[in-house]
Nanobody, 130 residues
Framework: QVHLVESGGGLVQAGGSLRLSCVSS????????MGWFRQAPGKEREFVAA????????YYADSVKGRFTISRDNSKNTVYLQMNSLKPEDTAVYYC???????????????????????WGQGTQVTVSS
């Protein structure tokens, strides 16, 4: 069983910044493509950002491109989401996800579809006030 634990959410004013972290205790963390998703009340869970195994390839939803940055530190089994210039519409529960099954993967591979991911964290709330 893979455990992912997110942290770093909170309440911030529009224009502010937050950094989310997601840590795993698994030694095989560096073999997984990782992603961040979010779910606002009454809406479907949507893709935010993805990162490859080696951290060199990333992909973003158009709604966050240029404002959010995904990164990872495989030595710490952690993936991050730096969120700048936050907007009220960014308010949601943010989830990190790991694509574990189906490997091994090329080092530059990442996944963008929700159904590609096997394991999810419990989520962390991000609230942006106007």
């Amino acid at each position: 069983q893979v455990h992912l634990v997110e942290s770093g959410g909170g309440l911030v004013q529009a224009g502010g910044s937050l950094r989310l972290s997601c840590v795993s205790s698994e030694r095989t963390f560096n073999r997984w493509p990782m992603g961040w998703f979010r779910q606002a009340p009454g809406k479907e869970r949507e893709f935010v950002a993805a990162i490859s195994l080696d951290g060199r390839s990333t992909y973003y939803a158009d709604s966050v491109k240029g404002r959010f940055t995904i990164s990872r530190d495989n030595s710490k089994n952690t993936v991050y989401l730096q969120m700048n210039s936050l907007k009220p519409e960014d308010t949601a529960v943010y989830y990190c996800a790991a694509k574990v099954a189906g490997g091994p993967y090329w080092s530059n591979y990442y996944a963008t579809r929700r159904d590609e991911y096997d394991y999810w964290g419990q989520g962390t709330q991000v609230t942006v006030s106007s």
